[in-house]
Nanobody, 123 residues
Framework: QLQLVESGGGLVQPGGSLRLSCAAS????????IGWFRQAPGKEREGVAC????????NYADSVKGRFTISRDNAKNTVYLQMNSLEAEDTSVYYC????????????????WGQGTQVTVSA
């Protein structure tokens, strides 16, 4: 059974940075594209970034381009999301999932969701 576990969330001030991790168990993560999503209270889950199985292709939502970087270490079976210049609007629960990475990052292309990690950006 595919399992993904997110970690690294927390409370950070505006302009600060966090690095989220998405660790896989029960499968070889390198066989799958991985996506990061976020969901704020009362809002739909939205795609943030995704990375192909090899790591050669990455896609980002316009709202995070230039601030967030997705990467993967297949030897560690882990995908990362480096988040810089954080804004209050980035406050959400962040999820990772396995699936297919396309320019438009949609939940329909992903499954095997993790439980999420809370990111709060506040002074």
């Amino acid at each position: 059974q595919l399992q993904l576990v997110e970690s690294g969330g927390g409370l950070v001030q505006p302009g600060g940075s966090l690095r989220l991790s998405c660790a896989a168990s029960g499968f070889t993560q390198s066989r799958y594209a991985i996506g990061w999503f976020r969901q704020a209270p009362g809002k739909e889950r939205e795609g943030v970034a995704c990375i192909s199985s090899s790591g050669a292709v990455t896609n980002y939502a316009d709202s995070v381009k230039g601030r967030f970087t997705i990467s993967r270490d297949n030897a560690k079976n882990t995908v990362y999301l480096q988040m810089n210049s954080l804004e209050a609007e980035d406050t959400s629960v962040y999820y990772c999932a396995a699936g297919s990475c396309a320019r438009k990052i949609t939940t329909r292309s992903f499954d095997s969701w993790g439980q999420g990690t809370q990111v709060t950006v506040s002074a």
